[in-house]
């Protein structure tokens, strides 16, 4: 069985700041890890995926995510916070590239002030 | 363009109906999904569909229903068996060989 954890349900940040929001995992397999971005009232967008290859995963609108094996986690950061990024995250696993299902983390709004 | 489109983007239903939902998408995708989103608890997956002519229940599916007679479209059924209907509504889809599933714009479904 496959399981995320979201540490934060909210992070604030002023626009300019570094943003950072956690993600654990819990997986039986060689996970595939995604963040996926869903702002008010919006279906989901695929900001970055991770699938085995480089640890580091670069995304769309300046968010990367590293993969840490040891520490089972995902993080995803972004190193100048703008007033757009202000949204739901939600860090999702999947275990294998067939048709098996995804599993979402709660989400964290992140909140982001002038 | 290629992409997933759901209606309608509202919908209100009085309690004892039965309602429809759309999900049609042009990706050439086999597999589609539906999920239910409450505030605070994440994407909770209803029903999927690996193939057309089948389906495979998800984590909730008490009280809904879907077809898949096409590999375009997937419908969901609301019925007034679910107890607490009201919610936003997400359909995705995937193609074989990819991992990341590719989400509509979502229906927003109230209970009056």
């Known amino acids: 069985a496959q399981s995320v954890t979201q540490l934060d349900s909210h992070v604030s940040v002023s626009e300019g700041t570094p943003v950072l929001l956690r993600c654990n995992y819990s997986?039986?397999?060689?996970?595939?890890l995604f963040w996926y971005v869903q702002h008010p009232n919006k279906g989901l967008q695929l900001l970055l995926k991770?699938?085995?290859?480089?640890?580091l995963v670069k995304g769309i609108n300046g968010f990367e995510a590293e993969f840490k094996k040891s520490e089972t986690s995902f993080h995803l950061t972004k190193p100048s916070a703008h007033m757009s990024d202000a949204a739901e995250y939600f860090c999702?696993?999947?275990?294998?590239?067939?048709?098996?299902?995804?599993?979402f983390g709660k989400g964290t709004m992140l909140l982001v002030s002038p | 363009d290629g992409g997933i489109t759901q209606s309608p983007k509202y919908l209100f239903r009085k309690e004892g109906q039965n309602v429809t939902l759309s999900c049609e998408q042009n990706?050439?995708?086999?597999?589609m999904y539906w999920y239910r989103q409450d505030p605070g608890q994440g994407l909770r997956l209803i029903y999927y569909?690996?193939?057309?002519?089948?389906?495979q229940k998800g984590d909730i599916a008490e009280g809904y229903s879907v077809s898949r007679e096409k590999k375009e479209s997937f419908p969901l059924t609301v019925t007034s068996a679910q107890k607490n209907p009201t919610a936003f509504y997400l359909c995705?889809?995937?193609?074989?060989?990819?991992?990341?599933?590719?989400f509509g714009p979502g229906t927003r479904l109230t209970v009056l």
């Open positions: 995705a889809s995937k193609g074989l060989g990819y991992n990341e599933q590719f």
């Open positions: 997986s039986s397999y060689s996970p595939s």
């Open positions: 991770y699938t085995s290859a480089a640890t």
């Open positions: 999702v696993v999947s275990s294998d590239s067939g048709y098996s299902t995804l599993t």
């Open positions: 990706l050439n995708h086999d597999a």
């Open positions: 569909s690996q193939i057309v002519n089948d389906f």
